[in-house]
T-cell receptor, first 116, second 111 residues
């Protein structure tokens, strides 16, 4: 157990809908990153938030957006869902001094999103 | 294209044997990390090795980094059935703005 929690565990949505996934970071961690993992593949970096500001973004379109709150919990929002958005979504928190990835990341168990 | 590429894609060994997995990457990095994932669950951090380090150990794990060849290896000694999992390498770019995972090596340790 890492202390990072995600909700919901599973979710089924229809193409074109919007979805919000939530993550509660490990206590004291100021950096959260989100990843998309398709079946049988490695995770792909979506974006990172450090002290409530976006601090890096992978190759994902603007319909993927996020928020980090003062208590360091965070949300991933995806608009206009497409079938290819079906994946495991992982969040990870760390205590990075200036953001980035130079410290161990603690991953949550993930949210399995299915788009039909 | 992905920064990290693991080799082999799948590895099957007997309990007690050593397992070696390799990772290659394409651009300059700040650090390289190895993670383990059991059956589609969350990832667990194993080791972080910085670009100015050549080797690190943690228990039964040994990681090497060769920045001239842009490659790393993970050695698990005296493997156990509980080591059965997917193993991923991931690299942080020089700007700390991107973190790229490879496709992973699926390790099966047979009792």
């Amino acid at each position: 157990e890492t202390g990072v929690t995600q909700s919901p565990t599973h979710l089924i949505k229809t193409r074109g809908q919007q979805v919000t996934l939530r993550c509660s970071s490990q206590s004291g961690h100021n950096t959260v990153s989100w990843y998309q993992q398709a079946l049988g593949q490695g995770p792909q970096f979506i974006f990172q938030y450090y002290r409530e500001e976006e601090n890096g973004r992978g190759n994902f379109p603007p319909r993927f957006s996020g928020l980090q709150f003062p208590n360091y919990s965070s949300e991933l929002n995806v608009n206009a869902l497409e079938l290819d958005d079906s994946a495991l979504y992982l969040c990870a928190s760390s205590l990075a001094v200036i953001g980035g990835f130079s410290y161990e990341q603690y991953f949550g168990p993930g949210t399995r999103l299915t788009v039909t | 294209s992905q920064q990290g590429e693991e080799d082999p894609q799948a590895l099957s060994i007997q309990e007690g044997e050593n397992a070696t997995m390799n990772c290659s990457y394409k651009t300059s990095i700040n650090n390289l990390q190895w993670y383990r994932q059991n059956s589609g669950r969350g990832l667990v951090h194993l080791i972080l090795i910085r670009s100015n380090e050549r080797e690190k150990h943690s228990g039964r794990l040994r990681v090497t980094l060769d920045t001239s060849k842009k490659s790393s290896s993970l050695l698990i000694t005296a493997s156990r059935a509980a080591d059965t999992a997917s193993y991923f390498c991931a690299t942080e770019d020089n700007y700390g703005q991107n973190f790229v995972f490879g496709p992973g090596t699926r390790l099966s340790v047979l009792p």
